[in-house]
């Protein structure tokens, strides 16, 4: 049952899922190519500095899982049925909530990814 947020603006809706999207590529990447390549690093990079950008911008970025949906604010943001799918992987690992806050540094990103990776596979 979703629980979190207020009424976001359209804008910070699309903000959301357009940084989500690069998580995404970037899991779909993962899927393909090994961890540490020029390839994902790209990819991890870009995410990084819009993810950023977007907590200096709203603080935090809470997601709550539904299958193969992620849910912002009660705003459905990503929805997918790919066998690599975030929100799928998220919940079947029993993550019903994920928290990005305002100061999260790189090495996290790094960690979060290493983890889905191996998870994954």
Not at 55 to 69: A, D, S, V
Not at 112 to 117: E, T, W
């Amino acid at each position: 049952m979703l629980k979190h947020g207020h009424n976001p603006s359209g804008v910070e809706v699309a903000k959301c899922r357009e940084v989500l999207s690069g998580l995404a590529v970037i899991l779909k990447a993962l899927d393909l190519y090994p961890r540490r390549n020029r390839a994902t690093d790209d990819l991890v990079l870009k995410f990084y500095e819009e993810i950023t950008s977007f907590l200096e911008e709203y603080g935090e970025m809470r997601l709550e899982t539904e299958g193969p949906e992620l849910f912002y604010k009660r705003q459905k943001v990503f929805a997918s049925r790919d066998r690599v799918n975030m929100a799928s992987l998220l919940s079947t690992a029993g993550i019903r909530e994920f928290v990005f806050r305002k100061g999260f540094e790189k090495k996290e990103l790094d960690i979060i990814l290493d983890a889905l990776k191996t998870y994954c596979h």
